[in-house]
């Protein structure tokens, strides 16, 4: 089982639409939980970044994290054709002073004038 | 953050030829990382850098197929030595910030 497991896609939805990404993940002691967005042949940009169970609202983008269930979220409200990217999810956790980051596979996501 | 940049940003290499890839960020920073995305994968750590030291790889990755510079604390290089088309992927700078990476623009290898 992989650590880290987020649905591929690719997901493609209409403009205006809520878009709904979702993670799970099975190392319970993950204690930061990441969104980053990439665009085609780009590096990953941060986009959300939390540490506690609930909802952190940015904009359109809201990443919600339920540490009980092992289960994150990342909602786009009215979607935008420039919102087409991948999204990738990210946990990290410290082990002996290092950050350890583990991705998920990325969804590739396509908004649709 | 901080700002990264890479060089090249692309590039198309012959098969049994190395390349270094370039990493400078405008701020000193302690901890570099070394990722690899292949088409269509999420991203993989080859290696940490930290100034004054031996990278660290992880496992898979090896010092010979991936040398690793770090000569300063706002620079470092990958080497990807002997290329196969196999090597054809996206090569990403990243720093730590806070708990969390931050990423440079990579360095897409085409490897013919």
């Known amino acids: 089982q992989k650590e880290v497991e987020q649905d591929p896609g690719p997901l493609s939805v209409p403009e205006g639409a809520i878009v709904s990404l979702n993670c799970t993940y099975s190392?319970?002691?993950?204690?930061?939980f990441m969104w980053y967005r990439q665009y085609s042949r780009k590096g990953p940009e941060l986009l959300m970044y939390t540490y506690s169970s609930g909802n952190k609202e940015d904009g359109r983008f809201t990443a919600q994290v339920d540490k009980s269930s092992k289960y994150i979220s990342l909602f786009i409200r009215d979607s935008q054709p420039s919102d087409s990217a991948t999204y990738l999810c990210?946990?990290?956790?410290?082990?002996?002073?290092?950050?350890?980051?583990?991705f998920g596979q990325g969804t590739r996501l396509t908004i649709n004038p | 953050s901080a700002v990264i940049s890479q060089k090249p940003s692309r590039d198309i290499c012959q098969r049994g030829t190395s390349l270094t890839i370039q990493c400078q960020v405008d701020s000193q920073v302690t901890m570099m990382f070394w990722y690899r995305q292949q088409p269509g994968q999420s991203l993989t750590l080859i290696a940490t850098a930290n100034q004054g030291s031996e990278a660290t790889y992880e496992s898979g990755f090896v010092i010979d197929k991936f040398p690793i510079s770090r000569p300063n604390l706002t620079f470092s290089t990958l080497t990807v030595s002997n290329m196969s088309p196999e090597d054809s992927s996206i090569y990403l700078c990243s720093v730590a910030g806070g708990n969390t990476i931050y990423f440079g623009e990579g360095s897409w290898l085409t490897v013919v």
């Open positions: 990210a946990m990290s956790l410290r082990i002996q002073g290092a950050q350890k980051l583990v």
């Open positions: 190392n319970s002691a993950f204690q930061y």
